[in-house]
């Protein structure tokens, strides 16, 4: 059994530092608990139901995300009085006096490169209603009742405190029971079982609400420190790392990983854009992508495993790294982005995505601080599947901590585990030199 003193990230131990960008002040979205009381309710109809309202456990190994803080008892005020409420001002950008030379200067916009961000804030419709965990499809998609309500997941309070979802004898949810409007109706719930929705929280993720300037800035410093790059990797867990002069820096910023996440899921690629968005090409016609083949091998509009596995990865890294992803905290931050996916009501088409831990991460690697036997530490380098998933003995079993998962759960399985990598590189990393940062 490893006891980590330290986590570091990064293959053969390389120190990395982390970009620091102008633009990521996190911007918090007020969340207020309450309850929902007593009433009936009815299971869910058959068909192909997304799991994504089952608790998920991280690895016993160190991934201690399972169980924390993605979700409150909830009740309350609509979607766009939660996330579209006070609106920002123009002064609400952040910090500039860490900008990099390479970012750009005010006023430049026209001259560099990075295409703006299209659509945030941007509702698909009112089929949302209140932040609530609700029945969805296996793409993510809400299943409506007849008259076009969603459906919220009825949840209970374990003996751990813990919020976990009320099954029936199929182990089908049973969801909350709702009234001719819409909303949940008390009444129906049987007598004795306390019952509630389940809010859904984003934390560090509320950055969405930034103005458009913002996120379209930090976009364009992506793009810049890309272009700029002698090479680009992924660290452990997923996030991209330039070498610029030498200097290893690691894409940490989450305003510039959902500025990415958002740009990727929206154009379905990564290559260089002009202020509007429009592709620029290079002398012989061709795209120029900003990402080597090896880690996005095309560049077509179409969405890839390849496109939707780093999006995982740039969706976790803007996460809050004590959080869990979760379904419904994916779909809904895809709406309030403005995703512009091509399910009906722009829901991005997650069909084709498959996830497998024990294959995402066979062969990775980290170097870390291992006590010994004395009580000392030693640096060794050692598998991110032990260390992070492998349980209370620290050794990885596929047969009981693999993961397997397709879709919309899929694809935040993998968001949540890559959030669980990350997690470990902030927590244990060993000391390093400091550095001035860029």
């Known amino acids: 059994m490893y006891n980590y003193f330290r986590w570091k990230a990064g293959g053969a131990g390389k120190c990395l530092r982390s970009l620091i960008v102008a633009g990521t002040a996190v911007l918090a979205i007020c969340l207020v608990t309450s309850l929902v009381l007593e009433g009936q309710s009815w299971a869910a109809q058959s068909g192909e139901v997304s799991k994504g309202a089952m608790w998920r456990k991280g690895g016993d190994g160190g991934g201690k995300a399972g169980g924390r803080g993605q979700m409150r008892q909830g009740g309350g005020s609509t979607l766009e009085q939660r996330i579209l409420r006070e609106d920002l001002t123009e002064d609400d950008d952040g910090d500039e006096s860490d900008r990099p030379e390479w970012a750009g200067r005010e006023g430049d916009r026209d001259l560099t490169p990075g295409g703006g961000n299209e659509g945030g804030d941007r509702m698909k419709g009112d089929i949302y209603g209140d932040l609530y965990v609700i029945l969805r499809d296996a793409n993510g998609v809400p299943m409506l009742t007849d008259e076009g309500y969603v459906q919220p997941i009825a949840f209970k309070v374990d003996a751990d405190g813990n919020l976990v979802p009320v099954l029936d004898e199929n182990g089908d949810y049973v969801l909350l ?129 390849p496109d939707l596995e780093l999006a995982a990865s740039l969706f976790a890294a803007a996460a809050d790294k004590t959080s869990v992803v979760t379904v419904d905290m994916v779909v809904y931050m895809n709406s309030i982005l403005g995703i512009d996916g091509t399910l009906p009501d722009d829901y991005v088409d997650f069909s084709t995505f498959t996830y497998n831990r024990a294959s995402a991460f066979a062969g990775v690697t980290a170097t870390v601080l291992v006590q010994q036997p004395d009580g000392s530490y030693a640096v060794e380098e050692v598998s991110i599947l032990d260390a992070v998933f492998g349980g209370e003995d620290g050794s990885f079993d596929p047969a009981t901590e693999n993961v397997n998962a397709a879709k919309v759960d899929g694809f935040t399985a993998a968001s949540d585990d890559a959030l669980q990598v990350l997690e470990f590189i902030h927590t244990y990393a060993p000391p390093e030199e400091v550095t001035p940062a860029i």
């Open 177 to 305: 029971p709702l009234d001719d409007e819409g909303e949940i109706d008390p009444s129906q719930i049987p007598p004795g079982e306390n019952w509630v929705a389940a809010e859904v929280e984003f934390s560090r993720l509320s950055i969405a609400r930034s103005p458009e300037k913002v996120t379209d800035r930090a976009l364009q410093e992506a793009y810049l420190a890309l272009l700029e790059a002698d090479s680009v990797t992924l660290d452990p867990g997923g996030r991209i790392v330039v070498m610029i002069d030498g200097e290893e820096s690691t894409f940490d910023s989450p305003l510039i990983n959902l500025a990415l996440y958002q740009d990727l899921l929206n154009y379905g690629n990564l290559i260089l854009r002009d202020a509007d968005g429009d592709p620029i090409l290079d002398e012989n016609g061709n795209v120029q992508p900003l990402l080597p083949s090896s880690i996005l091998p095309e560049f077509s509009t179409a969405l890839t495993k």
